[in-house]
């Protein structure tokens, strides 16, 4: 998805019209309009105020990672760590760290970062 059809989707799910979004951004109904088509692009600022407003990060916004904010991630994370067969005994922990340690460097790597 671009920025523009991700703004409009939570624009949507938020029960918003481009004029109420606009005024909690502090610009014009045809901002909002322009960026929802892709005929121009919000500033950096106004990107960390719309993932304040949707309660998004901004790597979502952008379209880099499909979780929205930090419930779904942790959410996510959950839904992982059940399925590799942890049960949140205390005795798991080391063992959940170096397996969420494994998975962060396999993420970084994929995304071209360095540990």
Do not use: C
Request: net charge positive; glycine share 10%.
């Amino acid at each position: 998805m671009t920025l523009g059809e991700i703004i409009k989707k939570l624009r949507l799910e938020h029960d918003m019209t481009g004029l109420e979004l606009g005024k909690l951004l502090g610009v014009e109904k045809s901002a909002i309009s322009h960026w929802e088509k892709g005929l121009r692009v919000p500033s950096d600022k106004t990107i960390v105020q719309m993932s304040k407003v949707f309660n998004t990060s901004t790597d979502y916004l952008l379209g880099n990672t499909n979780i929205k904010n930090e419930k779904e991630m942790v959410d996510a994370i959950k839904k992982v760590l059940i399925e590799k067969g942890f049960t949140g005994k205390p005795e798991e922990i080391p063992e959940m760290r170096e397996f969420l340690g494994r998975a962060m460097d396999l993420y970084n790597l994929r995304k071209g970062k360095k540990g």
